[in-house]
């Protein structure tokens, strides 16, 4: 028997939980597969990032564009190498450093939002999500890919591209514009017990690289064989 699909407004879906319990083998092979020899998009998603390092990628993200994201993230970690270190630095520190890239005008955000993190967590960065958001002001889904890339925590993450992704995937057993909260029960259950990390990582760049808004690449996709976007477009 697989994983149960949680209820929805307390009505269970039938229709739904089946189309998982077919679907979610293939789609966790074909994006696990599709990562063996695609390289991570973004360099704080890779094996091994502290979750400070993941948090500085995933906030120039939300800031930037992914070109840039990738250029500061880089040239700000030369600088200040970990979350004390950063908080020991002045806000001039930061400006100067900002300023090389254009960027200046975040430095009072970023000193309030460590401040704000390192009281939270009482010296260290919150392991819990809530505390993570409330803290950081950042989305929930950077959040939980912060828990999952930086703490190595079984959690699936779900951002915009991934929730288009999966809409397009069980679009024929989903409503045409599905509630957050059925899509972020939908990612729960196809995230594998073994390797969640990977699977993430590669589910993300999938997402947004294969699965794009105007352009899907469906012929490249590697789960198009149980994709209902795909079966049902010319």
Request: hydrophobic letters at 35%; proline letters at 6%; aromatic letters at 8%.
């Amino acid at each position: 028997m697989g994983r149960q699909v949680r209820a929805i407004s307390g009505e269970p879906l039938y229709t739904l939980g089946e189309a998982l319990e077919q679907k979610r083998l293939q789609i966790q092979e074909g994006v696990l597969s599709w990562a063996t020899s695609n390289l991570p998009h973004y360099p704080w998603r890779q094996t091994g990032k502290t979750p400070y390092e993941v948090l500085i990628g995933e906030f120039w993200l939300k800031e930037t564009s992914s070109v840039i994201a990738t250029r500061v993230y880089q040239g700000f970690l030369q600088h200040f190498l970990s979350i004390q270190s950063l908080a020991e630095a002045g806000e001039d520190d930061i400006t100067d450093v900002l300023s090389s890239f254009g960027l200046r005008q975040y430095a009072p955000h970023i000193r309030t939002m460590v401040d704000s993190l390192l009281k939270e967590g009482r010296g260290y960065l919150p392991r819990d999500s809530e505390s993570f958001v409330r803290a950081s002001r950042l989305e929930h889904h950077r959040v939980r890919i912060i828990l999952c890339f930086g703490y190595g925590l079984p959690v699936s993450v779900i951002d915009a591209n991934v929730a288009r992704m999966l809409s397009r995937l069980f679009g024929d057993s989903l409503p045409s514009q599905p509630a957050q909260g059925l899509l972020q029960a939908v990612s729960e259950n196809l995230l594998p017990y073994r390797n969640p990390q990977d699977y993430n990582r590669a589910l993300l760049d999938v997402a947004e690289i294969v699965c794009s808004d105007e352009h899907p690449l469906c012929t490249r996709c590697p789960v198009k064989e149980v994709c209902d976007y795909t079966g049902s477009s010319p």
